[in-house]
């Protein structure tokens, strides 16, 4: 299983993004996904996470801004609005995921996309 995580890029302070995170191979279902960032200098920090089926939980300096989503199978996608410029790090997606008639599920980790907002 390989995840491809893209979507990020420079935009100004209040502009939006959408970064995605696609799972390939076959037979993949995600369990739990999630999106984290890491600043320059910072520990990586959970942003966001979405469990089979829909529940959602956001970290704190969230606020509202962004919107976790998953199709179930093999997408984790994170819709963010309202961007600051403190929201400028590298972004990561993870997901738990079964592999075919595996009873329990996986971690799997993507790539990071770059995500620069300027004031």
């Known amino acids: 299983v390989q995840l491809q995580a893209s979507g990020g890029g420079l935009v100004h302070s209040g502009e939006s993004l959408t970064l995605f995170c696609v799972a390939s191979?076959?037979?993949?279902?995600?369990?739990?996904g999630y999106w984290y960032r890491q600043a320059p200098g910072k520990q990586r920090e959970l942003v966001a996470s979405?469990?089979?089926?829909?529940?959602t939980d956001y970290a704190g300096f969230v606020r509202g801004r962004f919107t976790i989503t998953t199709n179930n199978a093999n997408i984790v996608n994170l819709q963010m609005n309202s961007l600051e410029p403190e929201d400028t790090a590298v972004y990561y997606c993870?997901?738990?995921?079964?592999?075919?008639?595996?009873?329990?599920?996986?971690?799997?980790w993507g790539q990071g996309t770059q995500v620069t907002v300027s004031s």
């Open positions: 993870e997901v738990d995921a079964f592999i075919g008639r595996d009873p329990y599920p996986y971690p799997y």
């Open positions: 191979g076959s037979d993949i279902s995600i369990n739990n």
């Open positions: 979405i469990s089979r089926p829909d529940t």
